[in-house]
């Protein structure tokens, strides 16, 4: 079983939807939360981080963590055409880093 | 700030070849991690230096190996390559071990 399993999507959505983008993980011990936003061809950027359950909010993005049922989410508000990308998410600790294998959206005009 | 640089950004060899990458993280960052990604494996995690130390590996054959130096610069080497080392290589920096990663442009290896 992998340490971080993803949504796989891929997610098709029109321009102005709200998206939900999920990830489960399964090492308590995992201490950093982390959301990467990968256009192709691309590195990975860093969107958003958080250390503790609740909600941090950045615009429209909205990362939510849920550690009692090891579960994060990624809410995109009024989604744009510019957001068609992949994300992936990430947690951290207990000495590695770990990745999601990602989840390729698509905001359509 | 500048970002994470790599160099190159794209190479072309050829099997049995062997290949260095570089990377130089952030400025004040002392961790810098390298990862391959391919479309069917997604990302996965080659290894992690800390202070010219490597504190991490990943599951890995021997042929890859890395090093840091004393500026927190990384190069990752890939002896006698094959057609499957072809894939984007990329490292990410962050202030301490275990810490957020900051992902460099990436290195894209094309084994022929």
């Known amino acids: 079983q992998k340490e971080v399993e993803q949504d796989p999507g891929p997610l098709s959505v029109p321009e102005g939807a709200i998206v939900s983008l999920n990830c489960t993980y399964s090492?308590?011990?995992?201490?950093?939360f982390m959301w990467y936003r990968q256009y192709s061809r691309k590195g990975p950027e860093l969107l958003m981080y958080?250390?503790?359950?609740g909600n941090k909010e950045d615009g429209r993005f909205t990362a939510q963590v849920d550690k009692s049922s090891k579960y994060i989410s990624l809410f995109i508000r009024d989604s744009q055409p510019s957001d068609s990308a992949t994300y992936l998410c990430?947690?951290?600790?207990?000495?590695?880093?770990?990745f999601g294998d990602g989840t390729t959206l698509t905001v359509k005009p | 700030k500048a970002g994470v640089t790599q160099t190159p950004r794209y190479l072309i060899k050829t099997r049995g070849q062997q290949v260095t990458l570089s990377c130089s993280p952030i400025s004040g960052h002392r961790s810098v991690s390298w990862y391959q990604q391919t479309p069917g494996q997604g990302l996965q995690f080659l290894f992690e230096y800390f202070s010219e130390t490597q504190r991490n590996k990943g599951n890995f054959p021997g042929r890859f190996s890395g090093r840091q130096f004393s500026n927190s610069r990384s190069e990752m080497n890939v002896s006698t390559l094959e057609l499957g080392d072809s894939a984007l290589y990329l490292c990410a920096s962050s202030v301490g071990f275990q810490e957020t990663q900051y992902f460099g442009p990436g290195t894209r290896l094309l084994v022929l």
């Open positions: 090492n308590s011990a995992f201490q950093y």
């Open positions: 990430a947690i951290a600790g207990a000495g590695k880093s770990t």
């Open positions: 958080t250390y503790s359950s």
